[in-house]
T-cell receptor, first 117, second 117 residues
């Protein structure tokens, strides 16, 4: 079974508007972390935001916010005020276990976002 | 933030040759590093976990004799693609995280694009 599911293969968004990227996950480990990465055409993986399973509040980082619904096992990324430079591939990922350094990430299939001027 | 480098950034080689890719953590020590492979328009797939001072742990379906991993120091892991063939052409990315960082993210290298002719 898929551990991380991103159901939107691609989407368009108008510049300056907000966009929500869906991510659902599956794990039986009570300790886990959820990540969002941006991958532009250059290929580098750019860390955007992190949410721990025990975090009480939704994570926010500038224009990025994570809508964490633990009971639904969803961790949607919201990008506010989209910019042309936001056009990229976005990956949701999960780490099972508490320690970042020693535990691998499992990635979703990704969502390609294209921001229209 | 922490920096992970990879070398080379791209390589073209003839079928049957071996290619070595280096992954370095520049400002932290990493007892564990991860190697991912990404085919065009696909997600990142974990190939193996590189452990300093011990054997790497390979994911199911990854040939350990073909993809040799050596983690000789706390800042360097190498991936050698032996007897490369065109189907090994892919984008290879490593990641690492500072041990003891708690729930911080892992940091990705910029990736190595391998083309086997």
């Amino acid at each position: 079974a898929q551990k991380i599911t991103q159901t939107q293969p691609g989407m368009f968004v108008q510049e300056k508007e907000a966009v929500t990227l869906d991510c659902t996950y599956d794990t039986s480990d009570p300790s886990y972390g959820l990540f969002w990465y941006k991958q532009p055409s250059s290929g580098e993986m750019i860390f955007l935001i992190y949410q721990g399973s025990y975090d009480q509040q939704n994570a926010t980082e500038g224009r990025y916010s994570l809508n964490f619904q633990k009971a639904r096992k969803s961790a949607n990324l919201v990008i506010s005020a989209s910019q042309l430079g936001d056009s990229a591939m976005y990956f949701c990922a999960m780490r099972e276990g508490i320690e970042a350094a020693g535990n691998k990430l499992t990635f979703g299939g990704g969502t390609r976002v294209l921001v229209k001027p | 933030g922490a920096v992970v480098s990879q070398h080379p950034s791209w390589v073209i080689c003839k079928s049957g040759t071996s290619v070595k890719i280096e992954c370095r953590s520049l400002d932290f020590q990493a007892t564990t590093m991860f190697w991912y492979r990404q085919f065009p328009k696909q997600s990142l797939m974990l190939m193996a976990t590189s452990n300093e001072g011990s054997k790497a742990t390979y994911e199911q379906g990854v040939e350990k004799d073909k993809f040799l991993i050596n983690h000789a120091s706390l800042t360097l892991s190498t991936l050698t693609v032996t007897s490369a063939h065109p189907e090994d052409s892919s984008f290879y990315i490593c990641s690492a995280g500072p041990w003891g960082s708690g729930t911080d993210t892992q940091y990705f290298g910029p990736g190595t694009r391998l083309t086997v002719l």
